[in-house]
């Protein structure tokens, strides 16, 4: 089944600085790819995500790559903000299922 | 609308109580998901619906018993729990095969005592 490895764990940046966070999937048959920002006792709320026929996508401040032949994905967030700071995950479906990664935590620091 | 909406958002249970959490959405969304979240984790996927059927099963010990009795609404009914499953049990719904959007519902904080 689908595997889905998340880095780092933890992620503290100065504020305005970049963070960047990687995955790296397992099935070649997952085909979107989407990331999640989760604040503390609240729901996953999606941010970003790319399907699996395009490489590159933006959004503001927000931006995720994809490298299909490598199975990795990563997602880039530039002039970090406090309200940044919270649980990211990545997440790759295949057909109805939905599979996480184990989560980054990042801290933006004052 | 595009809300998932869950109730309970709270639920304190003994081990040897029946309760349900409930699960609605009314985007016309075919596949409905239930998840498990504990602290610090990611979601861990139960069980997927499409299309009303059972479609998904993790594995999920048979204490939980998942229902779909129409196209909006999820059930999961809970018997004989134990302390470890106290969680964040999250509900999500998405349009269709391929690449869409899952959307969460906010959650039912669930407590085993």
């Known amino acids: 089944g689908e595997n889905v490895e998340q880095h780092p764990s933890t992620l503290s940046v100065q504020e305005g600085d970049s963070a960047v966070i990687k995955c790296t999937y397992s099935?070649?048959?997952?085909?979107?790819f989407p990331w999640y920002k989760q604040e503390l006792g609240k729901r996953p709320q999606l941010i970003i995500d790319i399907r699996s026929n395009v490489g590159e996508k933006k959004d503001q401040r927000i931006a995720v790559t994809l490298n299909k032949t490598a199975k990795h994905f990563s997602l880039h967030i530039t002039e970090t903000q406090p309200e940044d700071s919270a649980v990211y995950f990545c997440?790759?479906?295949?057909?109805?299922?939905?599979?996480f990664g184990k989560g980054t935590r990042l801290h933006i620091l004052p | 609308d595009t809300e998932v909406t869950q109730t309970p958002k709270h639920l304190v249970m003994g081990m040897t109580n029946k309760k349900s959490l409930k699960c609605e959405q009314h985007?016309?969304?075919?596949?409905m998901y239930w998840y498990k979240q504990k602290a610090k984790k990611p979601p861990e996927l139960m069980f997927v619906?499409?299309?009303?059927?059972?479609?998904i099963n993790e594995s999920v010990p048979s204490r939980f018993s998942p229902e779909c009795p129409n196209s909006s609404l999820l059930n999961l009914h809970l018997h004989a729990l134990q302390p470890e499953d106290s969680a964040l049990y999250l509900c999500a719904s998405r349009q269709g095969a391929g690449s869409t959007e899952a959307f969460f519902g906010q959650g039912t904080r669930l407590t085993v005592v």
């Open positions: 619906y499409s299309y009303e059927k059972l479609s």
């Open positions: 099935d070649s048959a997952s085909n979107y």
């Open positions: 997440a790759a479906h295949r057909d109805d299922k939905i599979i």
């Open positions: 985007m016309g969304h075919r596949a």
